[in-house]
């Protein structure tokens, strides 16, 4: 008699988790996709602390003033590396004049920030492309953040506008 009350329960219990199996077979996919994702970024190594030490040493260096020239030379250094022509008369780099340079709080500090808004730039796809990756990389500036970026491609005439805008964070005298 037991082993009549035993049967059905096993076979309600295998069938329920059948049904469970095939319910997540269908997130199998969607779960691995994370679990590469993860695996990628747990592949990279862990920086040691001279690294970080090094890392926030130049930082704090990229956080000291600076003038609007010395911003504007690093931008065009950035665009003339990416390939685009940076001469004034080819049209193919425009900065308007910067705004009043503001005060904002950001983690507990305050820092000063010049804004480049509405730049453009004109090139070939790839030449633009790399210049605002290189904007985007903070390696010539730690402190530039890229605010926006609009992209038109014109095939007719075989080249790319991009409309940029950013942002670059420095620290106030003794600040």
Do not use: C, W
């Amino acid at each position: 008699m037991g082993l009549v009350l035993i049967i059905p329960i096993l076979v309600v219990i295998i069938v329920a988790l059948g049904a469970l199996y095939m319910q997540q077979k269908g997130r199998e996919g969607a779960l691995q996709e994370q679990i590469n994702k993860l695996q990628l970024t747990l592949l990279k190594p862990v920086a040691s602390t001279a690294e970080l030490e090094e890392d926030y040493r130049a930082v704090n260096s990229s956080l000291s003033p600076l003038t609007d020239k010395a911003a504007l030379d690093i931008i065009i250094g950035i665009a003339r590396e990416s390939g685009i022509d940076v001469n004034p008369e080819s049209g193919k780099l425009v900065i308007p004049p910067q705004n009043v340079l503001r005060e904002e709080n950001v983690g507990g500090g305050t820092y000063h920030v010049m804004s480049f808004k509405n730049m453009t730039v004109r090139g070939d796809y790839e030449n633009v492309i790399a210049f605002i990756l290189n904007l985007e990389s903070g390696e010539a500036l730690k402190t530039m953040v890229l605010r926006g970026v609009s992209i038109q491609q014109y095939e007719q005439e075989d080249e790319t506008i991009a409309t940029i805008d950013i942002d670059i964070y420095t620290k106030g005298e003794g600040g």
